[in-house]
Structures are given as C-alpha cells and as structure tokens.
C-alpha cells in the first residue's frame, strides 16, 4: 500500500507562484513514476506533469509547458510540481499519483496510475 499526501496549495492571484508537494510512503518509492493531474468542478481529471523513477523522462501538458516545473527528491520521497506565472484557468483541485512498477515510464492518462492524493486546492484569482 502507498499513501500519497500532497500540500502547498492556496489561494493567490494570477502571476504569482505556488509549488506543490507530495510525500509518498512506501519503501519502493523510487521505483514509481510520478504524476500530478488537476481537476476543476464540473470537469475531467486533467493531466499535468510526469515523471519517471530518475526524474530523466519528463512529459507536461501544453498548457503548463513553460511555466509549469515537475521535480523529484527519491531521497525524502516527495515529489514537487513548481507553478510559475499562474492563470486563473489554472484553478483546480491538484492530485499527485502513482504509476506502481519498477523502469515505469509517466503517463498522461489517469487510468494507468494506481495511488492517489487527497488533493490541494489551488485556486488563481484574476
């Protein structure tokens, strides 16, 4: 069993930053690729950011690419999502997850991970 607990979110206006974390428990944490996806109400879980076990292999949605940095201390088991220059559009419950196995790659697609956080609120004011 892994648990996953992310923070660092908050309310902030558009242009500031914010950098999540998510602490993993689990002796096999890196192993694991990581992900961060968000979800506004009313829609889709959303893909973000991920991460192989190395932090060497690294995907972004488009509409973070830039401003958005995904990041991975194996040592303290956390990984971070680095929000830079933020947008209202921004504005949702941000999840960190999991994909178990060993020489995983990350995935865009939230089917394919199998632990998740409880979630942080960010929300971007204009």
């Known amino acids: 069993q892994v648990q996953l607990v992310e923070s660092g979110g908050g309310l902030v206006q558009a242009g500031v930053s914010l950098r999540l974390s998510c602490t993993a428990s689990g002796r096999t944490f890196s192993s694991y690729a990581m992900g961060w996806f968000r979800q506004a109400p009313e829609k889709e879980r959303e893909f973000v950011a991920a991460i192989n076990w190395s932090g060497g292999i690294i995907y972004y949605a488009d509409s973070v690419k830039g401003r958005f940095t995904i990041s991975r201390d194996n040592a303290k088991s956390t990984v971070y999502l680095q929000m830079n220059s933020l947008k209202p559009e921004d504005t949702a419950v941000y999840y960190c997850?999991?994909?178990?196995?060993?020489?995983?790659?990350?995935?865009?697609?939230?089917?394919?991970?199998?632990?998740w956080g409880q979630g942080t609120q960010v929300t971007v004011s204009s």
């Open positions: 997850a999991a994909r178990a196995g060993m020489n995983k790659l990350g995935s865009r697609s939230p089917a394919e991970y199998d632990y």
